[in-house]
Each structure stands twice: as C-alpha cells, then as structure tokens.
C-alpha cells in the first residue's frame, strides 16, 4: 500500500513536467478540431507511459523498463487507460466550443503564472490612473489586476482603440488608461495574455488528467 502511495503522489507531481512540454508544441488556441484530436492524443499518450510506469514499479515492485512487459499487459493497460482518459478528451472539447470555462484557471492560476514573470511591473508600467497616480507613486497601488480584464478575444480590440484617442474603449473601466503602449509593450501585453490563458487551458487539462489517472490506477490495482 506504502509503495502505490509513493507511486502516486510521485506519478501525478511528475505528470505535470512531460504534460507541459506536450502544451509548448501542440497547444493552438486558434486551431480546430484536428488541433484538438492531436492535443487529446497526445496528452493520452503521456498517460499511457505514466500508467505503465505506475503499474511496472508500484503494482508489480519491479523496475521501470517499461519495454520488458507482456504486449498483452501494454494493451490491457492502454484500454484501461483510454477508458479513462475520455475524461480530458471530454474535457477538451468543451472548453473549446465554451472558452468562458478557460477564465476560471485563466485569471486565477494563469494570473499568478505571468507574476511570477513580472506581468505585476509590465502592468504598473503601461497603465495609468488620475485618480490613483499618487498611490502608485506611493507604491500603494498595483496595476497587476487590469491583466485580468483581458483575454484572447478583445486584447486585439483593446490594442486597436488604444490607438485612437477619438474612441471611448481606449480607456478601460473607471478612469484607466494606457501609457506607454508602444510596439514592444503591445507585443509584451499580448504575450502575457496569451500566456495566462494557455495555462488556464492547461490547468483544466492536467486536473482532468489527474482524475483519468487516478482512474486508470484503481483499475490496474485490480488485476489478477
């Protein structure tokens, strides 16, 4: 029991590294359904080693050579895990047809994703408000939470007014502006965006996931 604890905790921390690198090359906010059929195929797959991994060291004690199993074991593994996984294929596609969902995890863990890259400092560098210029001089007042206002459909809307002082969306709600929104500060603003989003993208993915795997794991417990 100690070592399918172990095997867990370690299985599903561990999960998140391979999961992440499949994101950098697969993910496509803008793409359609093939995106989503490689995405989920490719996020299957990751849980497919995973659950051989699991199964090869914390339910049969040995090694992890993952080549030296049964094909019929690798089989019966990988339908177990199919099964499962039809949680984040599900999961896929509803986000995708609803975006809405994404902005649970966009502006809560994705916020806090780009702060750890300085979204805080960009925000207080490019934004601006009369009413609350001494705060900030003050270093009372952080701009940081006006990020979360956008999001992959109206930031190009947002970068597009801010470049006509004659249309009223420049400014953003109450008496914020923008200030020094230059080319390299749009792209920077947009990249963080994008960024937050992806990562709430991917936090639905990865809990689902968890719950496919720890599905699949049960399952394999089971065995004769």
């Not at 950098?24 to 299957?44: D, I, K, P, W």
């Not at 914390?58 to 030296?68: E, F, N, R, T």
């Not at 230059?182 to 996931?209: C, M, P, Q």
């Amino acid at each position: 029991m100690t070592s399918l604890l172990i095997g867990y905790i370690g299985t599903v921390f561990a999960y998140i590294i391979p999961l992440f690198i499949v994101y950098h090359f697969v993910y496509n906010r803008s793409g359609g359904v093939f995106s989503l059929l490689l995405l989920f195929a490719m996020t299957y797959l990751v849980g497919v080693l995973a659950c051989l991994l699991f199964y090869r060291m914390a339910v049969l004690g040995k090694s992890g050579q993952i080549a030296d199993m049964p094909r019929s074991t690798v089989l019966k593994v990988m339908g177990t895990s199919f099964g499962a996984y039809m949680i984040v294929g599900i999961t896929i596609f509803a986000i995708a047809f609803n975006p809405n969902l994404v902005k649970i995890f966009e502006n809560t863990v994705g916020f806090t994703y780009i702060q750890l890259f300085g979204a805080n400092d960009f925000a207080n560098e490019i934004f601006r408000s009369k009413s609350l210029g001494e705060l900030k001089e003050n270093n009372a007042f952080n701009y940081g939470f006006l990020l979360t206002a956008f999001d992959v459909k109206n930031i190009k809307q947002f970068v597009q007014a801010s470049s006509s002082p004659t249309t009223d969306t420049s400014k953003l709600p109450f008496d914020f502006e923008f200030n020094n929104l230059d080319k390299a500060n749009i792209e920077k603003l947009e990249e963080y965006v994008y960024t937050k989003h992806r990562i709430g993208h991917f936090t639905w993915v990865y809990i689902t996931s968890i719950l496919a795997l720890t599905i699949s794991f049960v399952a394999m417990t089971m065995y004769n």
